[in-house]
């Protein structure tokens, strides 16, 4: 059982940007993360391979969001710069240990963390 927490959300006005964190208690293999905005469901945004050398992100934050991972310190970020108001939503992160492509299923994943809220303002 891996155990999965998120953090860094916050409330930030358009244009700024934010870091997300996600410790593990153990290790991981593929990391992911989703996000969930009021009345949607959850859709897909970034996910980065066990060593860290393949990532994949949403058309939607394609050059805006990136994604990275520190396996000595069980730790996956999610740094999102110029950031929108239609970024507002619930933020988790899981991990799966499918190793391989695509990486934007979500029912693929094992364990999911409890979310972190982001509210971008106009």
């Known amino acids: 059982q891996v155990q999965l927490v998120e953090s860094g959300g916050g409330l930030v006005q358009a244009g700024s940007s934010l870091r997300l964190s996600c410790v593990a208690s153990?290790?991981?293999?593929?990391m992911g993360w989703f996000r969930q905005a009021p009345g949607k469901e959850r859709e897909f945004v970034a996910a980065?391979?066990?060593?860290?050398?393949?990532?994949d992100y949403a058309d939607s934050v394609k050059g805006r969001f990136t994604t990275s991972r520190d396996n000595a310190k069980n730790t996956v970020y999610l740094i999102m710069n110029s950031l929108k108001p239609e970024d507002t939503a619930v933020y988790y992160c899981?991990?799966?240990?499918?190793?391989?492509?695509?990486?934007?299923?979500?029912?693929?994943?094992?364990?999911w963390g409890q979310g972190t809220q982001v509210t971008v303002s106009s």
């Open positions: 899981a991990a799966r240990s499918k190793m391989v492509a695509p990486f934007n299923r979500n029912y693929e994943y094992d364990y």
């Open positions: 980065i391979s066990a060593g860290g050398a393949t990532t």
């Open positions: 153990g290790r991981t293999f593929t």
